[in-house]
């Protein structure tokens, strides 16, 4: 038995702060024009978590943080024959000061505090938090398996989760399950 396609392994690491949510704007590459965690490539005779804080620390120019580990994606699509696994990571404290780097435009954003309130922003993008004058998370300019499980994510969920993307660049299907 071979397998059909080889998964390729990255980090993403969301930073939160007093109610804020520290995302990156990737000015290149790989979702450029979209906001994100911090990551990247985990390289070879590294762990996921070394990676992770490597890829935290270049992207944001010298913060180091406390990683959380709370969730595993598979983003499969047909235009790749490399499946992504991301380990995803969360940090609540951190060292340092955040600074753009050539890759990353970081910006703090509103965290919707209920659920209904988070479907609300995922449905009229572009709202902006009264107390803080932020905006609240920009799922409008986020990869579209976002707004399915960052929520959960930020409600301290551990889980594991599978997004398939269609040859329009669009989610097919998805699959996530709580991790025990
Ligand atoms: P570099 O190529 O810049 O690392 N990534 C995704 N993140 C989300 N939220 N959704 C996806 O759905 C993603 N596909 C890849 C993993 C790429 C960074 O982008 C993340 C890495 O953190 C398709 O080295």
Do not use: C
């Amino acid at each position: 038995w071979l397998p059909v396609a080889k998964a390729k392994l990255y980090t993403n690491a969301f930073v939160r702060q007093d109610g804020k949510l520290l995302l990156g704007y990737k000015k290149r590459g790989f979702g450029k024009g979209l906001y994100n965690g911090f990551g990247g490539k985990v390289d070879k005779g590294e762990t996921p978590a070394e990676a992770a804080a490597r890829e935290l620390e270049g992207r944001l120019s010298g913060i180091t943080a406390q990683l959380e580990h709370r969730a595993t994606l598979l983003f499969m699509s047909p235009e790749i024959t490399e499946a992504a696994h991301i380990e995803v990571y969360y940090a609540e404290k951190f060292e340092g000061t955040v600074t753009e780097s050539e890759e990353m435009r970081p910006e703090w954003f509103a965290i919707p505090d209920t659920e209904a309130r988070h479907k609300d922003v995922i449905q009229n993008p572009k709202q902006v938090d009264d107390a803080s004058g932020l905006r609240f998370i920009p799922y409008d300019e986020m990869w579209e398996d976002d707004a399915l499980w960052l929520p959960a994510f930020l409600s301290g969920h551990r889980f594991i989760g599978r997004a398939d993307f269609g040859i329009d660049g669009h989610l097919q299907k998805s699959w996530f399950a709580l991790a025990s």
